[in-house]
């Protein structure tokens, strides 16, 4: 169920997407992969910094949250 819910929104967001970079693209004459390429591009350029910078507060948090449970697991003290 989880698998089918990922995908279901990754679908949601890549499709218009697709869609939007392929009608640009016919006006401006690129190709539909050069434009999702430009969109994917500039939104990282953007965001960049954001997403790492969440991508580690991500992962510091998973590594306490297993630390944690296996404290627990083990009867360790606070």
């Known amino acids: 169920m989880?698998?089918?819910?990922?995908?279901?929104?990754?679908?949601a967001v890549l499709?218009?997407?697709a869609?939007?970079?392929d009608t640009a693209s016919h006006e401006a004459g690129?190709?539909?992969?050069?434009k999702l390429g430009w969109?994917?591009?500039?939104f990282?350029?953007?965001?960049g910094l954001y997403l790492i910078a969440a991508a580690?507060?991500?992962v510091v948090g998973w590594l306490w949250?297993?630390?944690?449970?296996?404290r627990r697991i083990r009867g360790g003290g606070s």
């Open 2 to 11: 989880k698998k089918a819910f990922q995908r279901l929104t990754m679908l």
């Open 19 to 21: 869609a939007a970079a």
């Open 65 to 70: 949250f297993r630390r944690a449970k296996a």
């Open 39 to 42: 969109y994917v591009g500039w």
């Open 56 to 58: 580690l507060v991500g």
């Open 30 to 34: 690129y190709s539909a992969g050069y």
């Open 15 to 17: 499709v218009p997407l």
């Open 44 to 47: 990282i350029g953007t965001f």
